[in-house]
């Protein structure tokens, strides 16, 4: 997997400046005050910083935003990025800071002095976090990046700060990956090797095969898979850095590797973006990376339930009536609402097997949610205000759009079936609601639980503002805070 840009940090030495071959950034404030390094360049360049603060461009710019000083008089750089950045800039704005430079920097030597900027690794993370290519599959490979220093006081509170901002960086890298690997690569086999490998940090890790699920009942699971030639599994992986017998936080993920829509056949136009159908099992995979990464002090399960639906002789109908693993049957109306019935087993089996503290599932489940809030926020739904609210405070701490939806009995009723406890779907009218209170049939009474349908927000088609298009990593910035904020031992 692609790791993120690995920096070096050093003490503020402004003779470097001068002779820096590639780029050098440099930082001023609202008012246009020059730390040390801008004032080295200023004098390099015979004052063009200053003149550059007196013009009416500085007056203009934006929090955050970079004004690029090419060939500069003066200096062996190749060029001058000048930053505006407050001293009282929010996290967000200084992490737009590094999203910014990542993407001019090309393979030039960026040095960024930030001096004593107290967001100096925010920044890093930024540009860490936008610094993304997914190029595996293109025969030209990708193109050397080059080398990146932070010249700032306190390096070693920086390097300390940044340490677990990068575990964070890693573990979106992965759900990227993840999420941007094409269905042929990225089989269900692969899928779950991918996550074995991880054993590697300290994760246990189970893979329960197609006979082990069959034996737990997971009949709506396996019902989904069975028109596929590649083997439905369900990847278990443990992180036990919290105190030992405490009950864990359980997050569960829908890893549907391709979604043809099954005999409810979706139509040609758009389905080769069904690979990202497996984007909550990347967020869950990401987030247990990084918690493993970080040390994180907290007990944390993720479950996966890897599947592909496709259509053929031996696929689920509509009409079909499955058996679910709590013993409740669901009559199939459409076998595209088939990420609900992977999900309903797989949240079950962790209820029962690790009676967790609280439960969280991921799923790219329903279209009608992008309809409803685009590409901007997830949908959350929940039966704890207490949980939801948490996790909205950590989705908005680290800039990842969530809107809390409703829940209620009479959507609950639109699941009613004439032949079987329950449909699969309740019809057209609040789609992504339904789904949400099909799910709540599989919650216990007891466990604090969200539903995160992630339909909108886990693969885009334009730049946000800290990936490139395509994956996004969604989620595994908000779930990791909220695991530090909620469950972590003090």
């Not at 490979?141 to 070693?156: L, R, Y």
């Not at 941007?180 to 991880?198: G, K, S």
């Not at 549907?256 to 099954?262: A, N």
């Not at 990464?293 to 696929?315: C, D, F, T, W």
Request: charged fraction near 20%; charge should be negative; proline fraction near 3%.
């Amino acid at each position: 997997m692609r790791k993120p840009t690995q920096f070096t940090y050093r003490s503020v030495e402004i003779d470097l400046i001068a002779d820096h071959l590639g780029r050098v950034a440099v930082f001023l404030d609202d008012e246009g005050r020059m730390d040390v390094s801008a004032r080295r360049v200023n004098r390099l360049t015979k004052g063009a910083v200053a003149r550059f603060i007196e013009s009416e461009r500085f007056q203009k710019m934006k929090q955050g935003q970079v004004f690029t000083l090419n060939l500069p008089v003066g200096m062996a750089a190749d060029a001058v990025d000048i930053v505006r950045l407050s001293r009282r800039a929010t996290i967000e704005q200084a992490r737009a800071v590094g999203a910014s430079l990542a993407k001019i920097r090309g393979d030039a030597d960026l040095l960024m002095a930030t001096g004593n900027a107290k967001y100096s690794a925010q920044i890093a993370f930024g540009l860490a976090m936008r610094d993304y290519n997914f190029v595996e599959h293109k025969t030209a490979g990708e193109t050397p990046m080059g080398a990146v220093t932070v010249m700032c006081g306190k390096t070693e509170e920086v390097i300390a700060m940044t340490a677990p901002l990068m575990a964070v960086a890693e573990g979106a890298f992965m759900t990227r990956d993840l999420v941007n690997e094409p269905a042929n690569i990225l089989t269900t086999t692969e899928f779950a090797n991918r996550l074995v490998e991880m054993k590697n940090l300290g994760l246990k890790v189970q893979v329960l095969d197609e006979d082990e699920l069959t034996t737990l009942g997971m009949g709506a699971l396996l019902c989904v898979g069975q028109g596929s030639d590649s083997p439905s599994k369900v990847v278990v992986m443990e992180w036990n850095g919290g105190v030992e017998g405490e009950a864990p936080l359980a997050l569960v993920g829908k890893g549907v590797v391709f979604d043809t829509g099954g005999i409810s056949i979706k139509p040609a136009g758009g389905m080769e973006d069904m690979t990202m159908d497996m984007g909550g099992a990347g967020v869950v995979a990401g987030t247990m990376r990084t918690l493993a990464l970080r040390g994180a002090k907290a007990n944390v399960v993720g479950l996966v339930g890897l599947v592909e639906n496709m259509p053929s002789g031996n696929a689920v109908r509509p009409g079909d009536v499955v058996t679910s693993m709590k013993g409740d049957t669901v009559e199939v109306i459409n076998t595209d609402a088939e990420g609900r019935l992977v999900l309903c087993d797989v949240m079950w089996y962790a209820q029962e097997r690790f009676k967790p503290a609280a439960m969280i599932d991921l799923a790219t489940l329903t279209g009608a949610i992008i309809v409803g809030l685009g590409h901007e926020n997830a949908g959350v739904f929940s039966n704890n205000d207490t949980l939801c609210s948490a996790f909205l405070r950590a989705a908005l701490a680290e800039n990842e759009g969530a809107w809390r939806m409703p829940l209620g009995q009479a959507y609950d009723d639109l699941l009613k079936s004439r032949i079987a406890d329950m449909k699969n779907i309740g019809g057209r009218a609040a789609g992504s609601v339904t789904a949400a209170q099909f799910l709540q049939r599989f919650v216990k009474d007891d466990c604090p639980w969200i539903h995160l349908d992630i339909a909108g927000v886990a693969s885009v088609k334009s730049e946000t503002a800290l990936a490139p298009t395509g994956a996004t990593g969604w989620g595994v910035m908000a779930l990791n805070r909220l695991v530090a904020d909620m469950f972590e031992a003090d």
